[in-house]
């Protein structure tokens, strides 16, 4: 019986298919050019080529050319602070990242690879994800506002904020790229897999600001104290309402790595690297893919994700801000009724009230007590209000932009907005 040769069957396996000779090269300019070997020149991800190491040693007699082994490979560039991008079509892991994302052919593996280097692994803004990050942080930040805005169009501008948050701020980012399956290197440099998440515990990467109008304060002005009311915030304040002041956040950051280097302060960090790298790969997506399938990845990924809006709102007077709802909209004034109850006497009473605006049930609460009954119910009414949905198939300004729906805008609902008290 004749032995089979399993070197020659694994190295067909090896084979890197973007690397394939074209037809038209003839196979002895192959054999007659030297092995071209791996330099520590860095190329931009978008630009590099993988190059083909070409020898008689390597071409197995097919259109196919072997990689060479790993003695005779030149020594990986250890000094460098990321990964060769022409290293990320070797990566195992990222064509893995890539299957599971479902994401285009069109997105090649090298700004795949770009897009999980933190700036704060590499500083270069051309190799790091800081570029791809904003277009991504901008992408999201919109499709999640007009969805919500939309879909939800009587939400007070704090609750919208706090919905805003939940849905694209720095956690939830942060647990979607942990279910991608993103893992994260011990430490980054030329030498680790392109594959892996990659930033620094050591200096914090500066965060990602907008464009815009910025607050005095934040121009060295911190010793007055401003009022940041909500249309104030709307102007001046980054999409979650949140004060844009990126050195008062890197100073925080190293206060307390000089304090404290445990879990709490490696936790932020981490979560603000994931985060980044969920943006970037929305940011990649658009860039190499188009709207479209960037949309189309945001609404799988991230507005699909279940968040309770209910469980936002908190009032303070929530029967005096009843009553003035009413009085705006010509409704009767509200009026609270007592609709069963049990153990008045005992230890745990339950009373339920509904309140009523004429012949209309506006809400209706259990609590142990009337007066908090009252309260609750009034809170449902205001609920009620503020959720009024058109429903969920409702179109957003972004569904007009295809070519595929020629149907003609729909203007949204616009509400007279919150009530204020006073």
């Known amino acids: 019986m004749k032995r089979l040769r399993l070197d020659r069957f694994s190295g067909q396996l090896l084979v890197a298919r973007p690397g394939q000779c074209p037809a038209s090269t003839p196979r002895s300019a192959l054999r007659s050019s030297a092995v071209s070997r791996c330099t520590a020149v860095r190329h931009q991800s978008s630009q590099a080529a993988y190059q083909i190491p070409q020898d008689d040693d390597y071409y197995d007699g097919t259109d196919h050319v072997r990689f060479p082994p790993l003695e005779k490979l030149p020594p990986r560039?250890?000094?460098?602070p990321s990964p060769p991008p022409e290293r990320a079509l070797q990566s195992a892991k990222l064509a893995a990242l890539k299957a599971r994302l479902s994401l285009p052919e069109k997105l090649p593996l090298q700004t795949l690879a770009r897009a999980l280097v933190d700036a704060s692994a590499d500083e270069n803004a051309q190799?790091?994800?800081?570029?791809?990050?904003?277009?991504?942080?901008?992408?999201?930040?919109?499709?999640?506002?007009?969805w919500l805005m939309c879909r939800y169009p009587r939400l007070p501008m704090e609750i919208?904020?706090?919905?805003?948050?939940?849905?694209?701020?720095?956690?939830?980012?942060?647990?979607?790229?942990?279910?991608?399956?993103?893992?994260?290197?011990?430490?980054?440099g030329g030498e680790v897999d392109p594959g892996l998440l990659q930033f620094s515990l050591h200096k914090p990467a500066k965060a990602i600001i907008g464009f815009g109008s910025k607050r005095a304060e934040a121009h060295g002005m911190k010793k007055y104290k401003w009022r940041h009311s909500v249309s104030n915030r709307v102007v001046f304040d980054d999409d979650f309402g949140e004060v844009i002041d990126p050195e008062a956040h890197k100073t925080e950051l190293l206060a307390r790595a000089d304090t404290e280097y445990?879990?709490?302060?490696?936790?932020?960090?981490?979560?603000?690297?994931?985060?980044?790298?969920?943006?970037?790969?929305?940011?990649?997506?658009?860039?190499?893919?188009g709207r479209e399938p960037a949309k189309a990845f945001v609404k799988a990924h991230i507005l699909s994700r279940t968040l309770d809006l209910s469980r936002l709102f908190s009032f303070k007077k929530p029967t005096r801000e009843l009553s003035m709802l009413?009085?705006?909209?010509?409704?009767?004034?509200?009026?609270?009724?007592?609709?069963?109850?049990?153990?008045r006497l005992s230890?745990?009473?339950?009373?339920?009230?509904?309140?009523?605006?004429?012949?209309?049930?506006?809400?209706?609460?259990?609590a142990p007590s009337l007066e908090h009954a009252r309260a609750k119910a009034s809170m449902n009414a205001l609920k009620s209000w503020y959720l009024y949905s058109p429903g969920e198939n409702v179109r957003v300004p972004s569904d007009v932009l295809g070519a595929e729906d020629d149907r003609p805008w729909e203007p949204a609902y616009i509400d007279m907005g919150e009530i204020v008290g006073r």
């Open 77 to 80: 560039a250890t000094s460098l």
């Open 127 to 146: 190799f790091n994800n800081t570029s791809l990050a904003f277009v991504g942080q901008s992408l999201i930040n919109y499709h999640v506002a007009e």
């Open 160 to 188: 919208l904020y706090a919905a805003m948050k939940g849905y694209a701020g720095p956690t939830s980012l942060h647990q979607v790229a942990r279910s991608w399956g993103v893992e994260h290197a011990a430490a980054p």
């Open 262 to 289: 445990g879990n709490e302060y490696t936790r932020s960090l981490a979560e603000q690297a994931y985060a980044t790298c969920a943006r970037a790969v929305v940011g990649a997506l658009y860039a190499h893919a």
């Open 326 to 343: 009413c009085a705006r909209e010509d409704f009767e004034p509200p009026v609270a009724r007592l609709l069963s109850e049990t153990g």
């Open 347 to 366: 230890r745990t009473p339950v009373f339920v009230v509904g309140i009523f605006s004429g012949a209309d049930k506006l809400g209706e609460a259990a």
